[in-house]
């Protein structure tokens, strides 16, 4: 299969994601799953009119597209026109180029939230009025319309993340190449279920004081940062923490709360990323499918039983009390 991947209004933070995939390395994956790289503007060595030929060939039809890869929101301004972003050397802006080549792709792929959403592109007042694919924000409608369909009848596919995991990305790819993910493999922001259907909570380190409501007050303390440190993990797709970044690490195991990067609109978040919003000292955000009023009930026994090994430890940044075990009886 041939894969174009084209870079729009973003970072690049995705591409360096992906390039810490490990054992197998993203070439040997995408050459193990039958996937014919065309052209990467960061990672190929053609450029200049050998890029222009193979843009022309492929809106021409003569080179079939499979996996279109877009990385980044695309900038609609100004007035519509495209052109805060051209794509250097064929006097198109990106915009054009993307509504050329989707309809004439078998997939499309939103790399990451800005691609998928609009994500910290479009935060603010969004000047270059930027947007994702198939989506503006967490409303249907981005660059392409809500009726989009590839030849297969999927829409975009959002691999969504700030940066997306380099897991979803190649595992998104390799199910495509071999013609194994469908509409209901995809969840209602058409991301896909095998990384949407977890919670970031999954698998966290901070469970045990999560389970205690043992909140740390501080970023380097041990303690679960839902209650005060503004921690979505409870909320947010994603097996950040069962599936490991780089092989070990997670935005929750290296002691920073979870922001929900996988959602629509999560760059805007109206409070800072640190901080819990509470009503009546009660955080706003809960776990969604837990009733408030079971979850508060549960929080006050949970407080009431906490062991002083974990109560300690959560405000502190390294293991003050260790496990004891009992002795046997004699």
């Given at each position: ?30 050459t193990g799953a ?136 190649l595992e998104t ?39 205690y409501k043992a ?116």
């Amino acid at each position: 299969m041939n894969l174009l991947w084209l870079q729009a209004s973003g970072c690049g933070g995705c591409t360096m994601s992906l390039l810490c995939a490990e054992n197998p390395n993203v070439f040997d994956t995408l050459t193990g799953a039958g996937i014919r790289v065309l052209w990467h503007p960061a990672l190929s060595l053609d450029s200049g009119a050998e890029v222009r030929r193979l843009l022309d060939r492929i809106a021409a039809g003569e080179i079939a597209l499979d996996l279109l890869c877009i990385e980044g929101a695309i900038a609609r301004g100004p007035k519509n026109s495209g052109r805060f972003q051209m794509l250097t050397g064929t006097g198109r802006s990106m915009m054009d180029w993307v509504q050329d080549l989707a309809p004439r792709a078998r997939h499309v792929i939103a790399v990451g939230s800005c691609a998928a959403f609009g994500g910290v592109t479009s935060a603010g007042d969004n000047p270059s009025d930027a947007v994702g694919l198939q989506y503006e924000g967490s409303h249907l409608g981005g660059l392409l319309p809500p009726g989009f369909r590839d030849p297969t009848g999927l829409p975009v596919i959002n691999v969504a993340g700030c940066p997306t995991h380099p897991g979803w990305v190649l595992e998104t790819l390799m199910l495509l190449a071999a013609g194994a993910m469908r509409a209901p493999d995809l969840d209602g922001y058409a991301r896909p279920r095998f990384f949407a259907d977890h919670l970031v909570h999954h698998g966290c380190p901070k469970n045990e004081f999560y389970e205690y409501k043992a909140s740390a007050r501080s970023l380097s303390d041990m303690g679960c940062m839902m209650e005060h440190l503004g921690c979505i993990g409870t909320q947010a797709v994603g097996d950040c923490n069962i599936r490991p970044w780089n092989g070990s690490g997670s935005c929750t195991s290296g002691g920073y709360p979870c922001i929900n990067c996988t959602a629509p609109e999560f760059e805007n978040p109206r409070h800072a990323f640190t901080q819990t919003p509470k009503l009546a000292g009660i955080p706003v955000g809960l776990p969604t499918d837990m009733p408030k009023a079971w979850f508060m009930a549960l929080a006050s026994l949970s407080k009431a039983a906490t062991p002083e090994r974990i109560a300690r430890n959560a405000v502190s940044d390294r293991v003050d009390v260790p496990p004891t075990l009992r002795k046997p009886r004699p």
